[in-house]
């Protein structure tokens, strides 16, 4: 069983900055794939950001603006989030891939005002 732990949501001005952390109860190396999704009111829950291995890939829309990384050494996994635009507002959650099963955070809350 992986336990993913999210912080660092809030609520931020647009323009503005936010990281969020991921915490694993497990050795990120051996996760097959780290990354974070997002999910506004009333939509899907979309890929934002994801890694695996020294492969990064990033939605359209958060290119440039947004950076996944990791801490293996602290089993962390990170999204640096840049120039937030309110259509950022949503709950991101964190996921990993570990033998080929899906495991999710509890999400964190980013709102981003005009």
């Known amino acids: 069983q992986v336990q993913l732990v999210e912080s660092g949501g809030g609520l931020v001005q647009a323009g503005g900055s936010l990281t969020l952390s991921c915490a694993v109860s497990?050795?990120?190396?051996?996760?097959?794939?780290m990354g974070w999704y997002r999910q506004a009111p009333g939509k899907q829950r979309d890929l934002v950001a994801a890694?695996?291995?020294?492969?990064?890939r990033y939605a359209d829309s958060v290119k440039g603006r947004f950076t996944i990384s990791r801490d293996n050494a602290k089993n962390t996994v990170y999204l640096q989030m840049n120039s937030l635009k309110p259509e950022d507002t949503a709950v991101y959650y964190c996921?990993?891939?570990?033998?080929?099963?899906?495991?999710w955070g509890q999400g964190t809350q980013v709102t981003v005002s005009s």
């Open positions: 497990q050795n990120i190396l051996s996760m097959y794939m």
């Open positions: 996921n990993a891939n570990y033998n080929f099963r899906d495991y």
């Open positions: 890694t695996a291995g020294d492969i990064t």
